[in-house]
């Protein structure tokens, strides 16, 4: 997995404890880039230098949720999915689909 135009990855450790502390503002605008662009994928639990989750890693069930919920209250008219994925490695990850804009 390559990050480029169309996918980036994030650490899981941007998710504290208390959503209201986590970068909203930078998990809006990278949205928002990519639904400007021609959408993308952002992969939330996968390290920058690394192409796989670690294997112990688990996601909370109401994390994605969360995330969209967030995502929708920070942008305007920027719409995504998000999705957890299990790895072959059996890690966990967030796989955060952003829709291109009209």
């Not at 208390?18 to 639904?35: L, M, Q, V, Y």
């Not at 996601?59 to 008219?77: A, C, F, M, W, Y």
Request: proline fraction near 6%.
């Amino acid at each position: 997995m390559k990050e480029g135009i169309l996918l980036d990855k994030k650490s899981i450790r941007i998710f504290g404890t208390d959503p209201k502390k986590w970068s909203w503002r930078d998990i809006a605008s990278d949205c928002a880039g990519f639904a400007n662009a021609r959408g993308g994928h952002i992969l939330f639990g996968i390290e920058d230098d690394a192409a796989e989750p670690p294997a112990d890693q688990r996601i909370e069930p109401h994390l994605p949720d969360r995330l969209v919920k967030g995502i929708s209250q920070h942008t305007t008219n920027v719409h995504v999915r998000a999705e957890i994925l299990t790895h072959a490695n059996g890690g966990q990850f967030i796989d955060l689909e952003i829709v291109p804009s009209l």
